[in-house]
């Protein structure tokens, strides 16, 4: 399958994407795929580049009737092998994770680029020249060509197979800013080369907006169709950059896609570094004000919850209740059926209490076996409702943990606030909570701020 992809993508770089008359390729996409096929299956993959490169390379090199045309065609095909293989080991070797920074960008050009391709674009102009198929003067020229076709196939087709690695087909989204903007960008390439040849540049703006928002492969896409439209529309006519000198309008059109794939690839690279960073704080954050095994607020969280509770209070006269909860008996659930069990009773209380309270009631895991809640914008008869009710249905349902019931109960102390500080409004609660555990345990405890 991928010797036949190297095989179509190089008659496609020597036909449509060829420039007359000099039949220079101006996008060796089949250099990415011979790398790909190095890093997927080794060595294997030599003699599967081998092959296809030279049925692709035969024809046109036969065609000029020069002699030798067929060693001089082995010759170029075993440069290809070389310089797929050559790249293949680099990027193994100095790119283990693939592309993840943006500073990564600057090893595949090294890597991937620079050396393979410069040192396999040598070799090919030699050979070229050796055969007879160009001149001394033309090799600058020609080395130049090869060296940003080759460069170019890599840098389009390593990130696009990065980003699709592991993906399905059905998994492939394409939002409408995506598909309009690779639309403008075909469209400014298209006005480029028939109204405004300055239109050219409006390709890097909006690839940037699409390496900004997008995903890697709507990069990876969007430069393929992009580049691709611009090189084959500059193989009839090289539109903005028909300039006095041919040669030297092929190596600056080249020069420039080239340098929208460097540039796009790195803004891609560096906005995931950005997102990941933003990512990796929201979670943190997250961490932090969040108990582990429950789910709930942690004590942190909670007690800046009740001092922000108690500044709004103080401002709009709202009433609010504070309540600790604590399971009663809880070391016997331990001591009987083990601390994994204990966990799970503890996270299913929890969850049963979710359930149980308001949206915007505050509940918090502040201890081993210890419940706070704030209860924002109530009367003392609605606390005592809801704690009741939750109480009584604990005592009734227990908590289920595997098909089997546990049944426990919970002591809670509850107030209205004062509007005290939050230290000795807890104090408060604590002491009426105590007051619940010393009168039998399995009851609720409440009082109004003196
Ligand atoms: N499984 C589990 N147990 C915990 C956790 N945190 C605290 N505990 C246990 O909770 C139990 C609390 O025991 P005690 O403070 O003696 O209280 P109690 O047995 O609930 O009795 P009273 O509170 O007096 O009704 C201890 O056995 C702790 O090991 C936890 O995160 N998971």
Redesign the pocket.
Known sequence: MATLCYYLTALLGMTILSLPPGNITLLWLPAGIGLIMFMQIGLTAGPLVFIASLAANYPSMTASGLDAGVLHTVVAATIDTLASGLAALLVQRHLPQGLCKSWDTVSLLFWACLLPMGLSSLLLCSNLWWGGYISLEQWNYYFQALFLADSLGILLIYPLYLSLRGLVLSQLTWPKFVVLTMLFALLSVVAAFHLLPGALYLCFPLLTFVALRGRPYHLGFALLLCVMALLMMASQDLGPFALADYDTGVVMLMSFVFCIAVVSLAIMLHQQELNEAIRIQAFWREKAIHDD?TGLYNRVHFLRRLDEERLRSERTKAPYVVALM??????????QHG??I??R??KGLADLMVKQLRQIDVLARI???EFALLMPNVSLNQARQALERLRSSLEQEGIQVNGRTYLITL?IGAMQADGAPVEILLQKVDTLLYRA?HHG?NRLEMDVAE
């Open positions: 095994l604590d399971v009663d008996w809880f070391k016997k659930v331990n001591d601390h994994l204990g966990d009773v503890l201890g081993g076996e002591s555990k345990r």
